[in-house]
């Protein structure tokens, strides 16, 4: 299984060198499912921090669908320590 994850991330960091997003110019559901798995693995250190995946982490927060859903999910979580 790690070898299949390590094969992954090397297919991903290979697009991302000559693109924005996963697929092409447009950012898409499969940049919202790899933007997560990437920024988690990044903070829990399981993906190597190479150029491609941290320049690829730092634009997702700057997305204005990515801060309404962190303002949506801020708000959750205030009500639920209410």
């Known amino acids: 299984m790690q070898?299949?994850?390590g094969d992954k991330a090397r297919a991903l960091k290979g697009q991302l060198a000559?693109?924005?997003v996963?697929?092409?110019?447009?950012?898409?559901?499969?940049d919202v499912y790899a933007g997560s798995q990437v920024g988690l693995g990044?903070?829990?250190?399981s993906i190597a921090p190479?150029?491609?995946?941290a320049a690829y982490a730092e634009r997702f927060p700057t997305r204005s669908t990515?801060?309404?859903?962190?303002?949506?999910d801020k708000d959750?979580?205030?009500?639920?320590?209410?």
């Open 66 to 72: 990515c801060m309404a859903a962190q303002d949506i």
């Open 42 to 45: 990044l903070v829990l250190g």
């Open 22 to 30: 996963v697929r092409g110019e447009r950012f898409t559901m499969a």
């Open 18 to 20: 000559s693109r924005p």
């Open 76 to 82: 959750l979580i205030e009500d639920m320590r209410k």
């Open 3 to 5: 070898a299949e994850s």
């Open 50 to 53: 190479g150029p491609e995946f």
